[in-house]
Nanobody, 124 residues
Framework: QVQLVESGGGVVQAGASLRLSCAAS????????MAWFRQAPGKEREFVAA????????DYSDSVKGRFTISRDNAKNTVYLQMNSLKPEDTAVYYC?????????????????WGQGTQVTVSS
């Protein structure tokens, strides 16, 4: 069965950096798009970043574009989210997700497998 395990969250001050990791197992990792979503208290889960099956294409939400970078290491079955210049509004639980297709998507409905999430808290 598919397992996605996120790590790397924490409490940081505004302007700091964090790198999230998502280790995948139970799937042919190289066949599927991967993405990061986040959910703040009282808000809907929202798209953050996605990468295609081979890393050749990426996409970002406008709120993180230029600050966050998604990447994947298919040899390690791991996807990363490098987060720089963090802001208090980035505070949320961050979830890794496996896509239903090789191509990336920004739509939550096209991701069918989810990790348990990792908390990121950015203080001002």
């Amino acid at each position: 069965q598919v397992q996605l395990v996120e790590s790397g969250g924490g409490v940081v001050q505004a302007g700091a950096s964090l790198r999230l990791s998502c280790a995948a197992s139970g799937l042919t990792f190289t066949r599927w798009a991967m993405a990061w979503f986040r959910q703040a208290p009282g808000k809907e889960r929202e798209f953050v970043a996605a990468v295609s099956y081979n890393g050749g294409a990426t996409d970002y939400s406008d709120s993180v574009k230029g600050r966050f970078t998604i990447s994947r290491d298919n040899a390690k079955n791991t996807v990363y989210l490098q987060m720089n210049s963090l802001k208090p509004e980035d505070t949320a639980v961050y979830y890794c997700a496996r896509g239903r297709f090789p191509r990336l998507s920004t739509s939550r409905s096209e991701y069918g497998w989810w990790g348990q999430g990792t908390q990121v808290t950015v203080s001002s």
